[in-house]
């Protein structure tokens, strides 16, 4: 079955500071892999998403995320952090294999980026 | 050019009444979603389209039903509500599935009591 782990609930951050937000995934095949973004009372919004090919994906805002088909990760970064990145972050999978209809969300992370 | 827009933005029921979630897309996609976003567990798919005049299940169906006669519109039913069904319901569309992103509405906040 396919599952999507956001192992941290919260991440703490200071502002300039690197980020990394993690996210596993269990599918089988080759997956296509999201990242979302919400802020307080709105909907989710795309930031990146993994096809094919280069293993490292950059998006908006100046997040990237870097596939790794060995550990099957799909971990969120961002090389300087800012006070407006603070939100919550969901990890998405879907598996091309069942049609590619449905997408698996992770639980999501919070992250605070403290000014 | 709206994107994803759902009414109402929140609603407060009582138990066994009825009500129907509107979520409307100007983009043109053939895909629609309904998910349900509880703490602690992510999104959970209810129902889905892949186009005008059809509906599909998603994982967690029971106590909802969907209608898309429209390609612009998709509408989410609550027959009889539960307590359980307290939660935030986000619609979303994408031009088609695999590697095709999600654009979200704004979300509905149903409270049963």
């Known amino acids: 079955a396919q599952s999507v782990a956001q192992p941290e609930d919260q991440v703490n951050v200071a502002e300039g500071n690197p980020l990394t937000v993690k996210c596993t995934y269990s599918?089988?095949?080759?997956?296509?892999l999201f990242w979302y973004v919400q802020y307080p009372n709105r909907g989710l919004q795309f930031l990146l998403k993994?096809?094919?090919?280069?293993?490292l994906v950059k998006g908006s805002y100046g997040f990237e995320a870097e596939f790794n088909k060995s550990q099957t990760s799909f971990h969120l970064k961002k090389p300087s952090a800012l006070v407006s990145d603070s939100a919550l972050y969901f990890c998405?999978?879907?598996?091309?294999?069942?049609?590619?209809?449905?997408?698996?969300f992770g639980a999501g992370t919070r992250l605070f980026v403290k000014a | 050019n709206a994107g994803v827009t759902q009414t109402p933005k929140f609603r407060v029921l009582k138990t066994g009444q009825s009500m129907t979630l509107l979520c409307a897309q100007d983009?043109?996609?053939?895909?629609m979603y309904w998910y349900r976003q509880d703490p602690g567990m992510g999104l959970r798919l209810i129902h889905y389209?892949?186009?005008?005049?059809?509906?599909a299940k998603g994982e967690v169906p029971d106590g909802y039903n969907v209608s898309r006669l429209k390609k612009q519109n998709f509408l989410l039913g609550l027959e009889s509500a539960a307590p359980s069904q307290t939660s935030v319901y986000f619609c979303?569309?994408?031009?088609?599935?695999?590697?095709?992103?999600?654009?979200f509405g704004p979300g509905t906040r149903l409270t049963v009591t």
């Open positions: 979303a569309s994408s031009r088609g599935s695999g590697p095709y992103e999600q654009y």
């Open positions: 599918v089988s095949g080759n997956p296509y």
């Open positions: 993994y096809i094919t090919g280069d293993n």
């Open positions: 998405a999978v879907r598996d091309p294999g069942d049609g590619g209809f449905k997408t698996i």
């Open positions: 983009m043109n996609h053939e895909y």
């Open positions: 389209s892949v186009g005008e005049g059809t509906t």
